[in-house]
Every structure is written in C-alpha cells, then in structure tokens.
C-alpha cells in the first residue's frame, strides 16, 4: 500500500508543482522585479561616478524566472508529495474514523500550518534588496531551527491529543494539545532572536506584496496537493481493498 501512496503522492506533488509555478510565474515573479529594480536603484545611487562596470550575471533574470524558478518549484513539489503520502500511510486508520479525503485534507492544514505559517511568523519571506549578505548564513540557520521546532512540537502535539483523547475526548484533547503546541512555541519565539533587517526606504507596499505573493503561492500548493493526493489515495486504497468505511461526510 505504502508503495502506491508514495507514486501517488508523487503525482499529486507533479501536478501541485505546475499550478503553484503557474500562479509564481505570473504573480510572484513581477513583485521580485521589483525588489531587483529597487536593488538596482540603490546600488546605482551609492556607486561612485568613476565606477568599474557590473560583472555579468553567472544566471540570467530571465533564466531564473523560468526554467530555475520551475525546476525549483516542481522538484520541492514532488519532493513535498512524496513525504505527504509517506506520513499520509503512517496515519492512516490511526487517528479517528476520517476518509483519505478528509485525512489528506486535515494533513494538508497541518503541514502548511507546521512548515510554513509558523516560520514566517518569526522570520518571514524577504525579497531581493533586503538583508545583510553578512548574516544569510545566520538567518538561515534561525529560520530552520524555527521549522524544526514547529514539526517536533505537531508531532508532540498529535501524541498528546491522541493520549488526551482517550480521557477527555477527541475534541477536548484536540483542543488541549492545540493550546500546547502555541504555548511551546511562543516560548521557542521568545528565546530566539527577532531580525530586522529591512531598508528604511524600501517600499512597504513591494515587501507586503512579496510576501503576500509567497504565502499564496504555499496556500496553493499545499491546496492542490492535498486535494490531488486524497482524490488519488482514496481511489488506490478502494481499489486494493484497503479503504475503511467511515460514517457519511468524514
């Protein structure tokens, strides 16, 4: 079973990939132009008159707009897709009476929540022109022992509540484990250092727009992929005789 999840999840991932660099390409990509231009601007403005040339780019604009921007895109995807369904098959049956539709949904919210709400609330998405060069390997590394601590404290939170549930409810036990899973990370954003690193005179509007454009572009990825993939699953696990009958609309 776990086999044909894993090629499905793939799919789905395929098919998720080509939407979100659909919605990248004619959305995400102008609000970059415009963090680049702003660089641009700045650079032009600071350089003294007798200045050498620019060096040409290693990767053209253009080039990085379309076929990196869909290799990028498509590869995360797939790669995204195959995990999905690999943690889809280690839940399935084991958290309450959900169809695969409903379970790919549910696990769909989580993951967007885990892997990319609660990291950009500590340290969001910047464009071109913003941060220091000097301190991209710091910021990184925060940013991922972010994601870290976001995916340890679910998996925390889901053992809690299925431990909880036993006593209180499933719904009480949801609950519980939810305000735990804030309160662990709240606790997590207040020893880590906040970074700001934003030019005075950047445009607010062009920063809003970026990020804006990159919380989409995740809400549509992890959308299609969790419809995709419950929609695959459940026509896979009915096939192979795997599916479990649950109570109408679940």
């Known amino acids: 079973m776990t086999g044909h999840l894993l090629l499905r999840g793939m799919i789905a991932g395929l098919v998720a990939g080509l939407v979100a660099f659909g919605f990248a390409r004619i959305y995400g990509e102008p609000q970059v132009d415009r963090a680049i231009a702003f660089e641009e601007l700045m650079a032009a403005a600071e350089a003294p008159a007798d200045g050498a040339a620019e060096e040409p780019e290693a990767v053209s604009r253009e080039t990085q707009a379309g076929l990196g921007l869909f290799t990028g895109v498509v590869t995360y995807s797939v790669a995204m897709g195959g995990i999905f369904s690999l943690v889809f098959a280690g839940l399935y049956g084991r958290v309450g009476r959900l169809s695969p539709r409903s379970l790919a949904l ?65 719904w009480n036990g949801a609950i519980v484990a939810g305000i735990a899973y804030v309160v662990f990370l709240t606790i997590v954003f207040r020893l880590l250092p906040a970074i700001n690193e ?18 989409c572009l995740q809400v549509t990825l992890w959308t ?27």
């Open 198 to 215: 934003v030019p005075e005179n950047f445009p607010a509007t062009a920063l809003y727009d970026f990020r804006l454009a990159t919380i």
């Open 106 to 170: 549910l696990l769909g919210f989580a993951a967007f929540v885990a892997l990319v709400v609660v990291p950009d609330l500590k340290y969001p998405p910047n464009p071109p022109a913003v941060g220091d060069p000097e301190t991209i390997g710091v910021r990184t590394g925060l940013f991922f022992v972010t994601l870290a601590a976001s995916i340890f404290a679910l998996a925390l939170a889901v053992a809690f509540a299925r431990r909880l549930g036993e006593h209180l409810g499933r």
């Open 224 to 250: 299609v992929l969790s419809l995709v993939f419950g929609y695959l699953a459940e026509k896979s696990l009915v096939r192979s005789g795997n599916y479990r009958a649950v109570p109408a609309g679940l």
